[in-house]
């Protein structure tokens, strides 16, 4: 066997045609790794040869292909001697640069299945369940789908920038606001779940809108949009209107205007929440806006569309005419108003809350704050206090003093 020869340029790697690992005489633990094949051709590396610290055994680890021609994709003599500094720094701290690099090769592959769309899925995999609609989660998806997916879904999430959230935001960010402004603030969260889990490491939430996008677009100010009610000068009026006829969905509607809750509770009213015997309604903390478990007090004509509903479902209070097993459209009130009941083509079932709202400011005698423990407005001071019975009886008269009121018995 031919003894090793020494090198010092990036000629001699060139030529070299001698089989072996020759030395670098410029840098120690530096060899050039000339290796043959069947097919005749010559195969060189730059190799690093030292002491592991993890286990004290002697490695090689390659530097990279040394080039044997311009732009071969190879290296040459003074790269690989840069590379190697860098080897001989990890020996120094203590890391192995053959671990490191199956490490490193380890975090890319993850990091490139960590993609926006497979981050995205994990987070409203996770949270999903807090959220009190399908509705919101069918939102995140469509949302998500439609405009950041097509620019962001196949990149890996440490590789979004302030100019990916740019080109999903901006050209809707004028057009259609309201979505862009939830969109940001959906990037955001996932982008944050990507930086506590680590997926990003650069500290930097590119979606985030104070300090960062805001830098970018700034947010249009929205004028409030008041929902119309009916002026409480016609109430009485439309009362007589709504309850002319006694369809299903008219009661459905006056039992919303008597209790004054939200149509989606209204509509979706069960029969297990329904307390009879103490003429109360239970809605679950999991059904209600608020989060908070509400008792609502019957009156006496609430009482009675509760009982003339016996028998029609034996889940829901006002289940769907086509379907016993589903309630009636949460729109079924709205509806109601705006298409059956002539002139009141523009007011709101939420109109009703205000209305009522309205008739116990001008009311003599009337405590608002039972008034908003009506509304289900009850705050954190007060909300102790919300489920005792005298309370309940309190809100229990004053509903039932409306009631007399919507019949035209009673004048404010």
Known sequence: MKKPLNFSTHRQVITT????????????????????????????????????????????????????KPKDGGISLWEAREKLLMARKLVRDGIDPIDNKAAKKQSDTKAKRLTFEYVANEYIEVTKHSWKSKKHLSQWINTLSTYAYPVIGDLPVRDITLKHIEKILKPIWFTK????????????????????LGYRTDGINPAKYDGQFEHILKKIKKTPKHQATIPLQQAQDFYVAL???????????EMLLLTVTRARELCEMQWRQVNLSEALWVIPASRYKTGLEIHVPLTKRAME?????????????????????KPISKETPRNVIQKRLKGYEKATAHGLRV?????????????????????????????????RKDIVDKRRALLERWSEFLKGKKTL
């Open 17 to 68: 045609l001698q089989i072996g690992d020759h030395r670098d005489i410029g840098s120690k633990g530096h060899y050039l790794q000339v290796r043959g094949y069947k097919n005749g051709k010559l195969y060189k590396h730059f190799i690093y040869r030292y002491t592991s610290p993890s286990n004290g055994k002697r490695r090689k680890f390659t530097l990279g292909v040394a080039s044997q």
């Open 177 to 196: 606001h309201e979505t862009a402004n939830r969109l940001q603030a959906r990037l955001q969260r996932v982008l944050d779940r990507s930086l506590v």
């Open 243 to 253: 309850t002319a006829e006694e369809t299903q969905a008219r009661v459905a509607t």
């Open 305 to 325: 569309i509760i009982t003339n509903q016996k028998g029609k479902s034996q889940i829901f209070v006002f289940p769907s005419e086509t379907d016993a097993l």
């Open 355 to 387: 209305m009522f709202a309205a008739w116990g400011m001008e009311s003599e005698g009337v405590d608002f704050s039972i008034v908003d423990m009506c509304l289900g407005h009850a705050q954190a001071k007060i909300r102790n206090a919300y489920f």
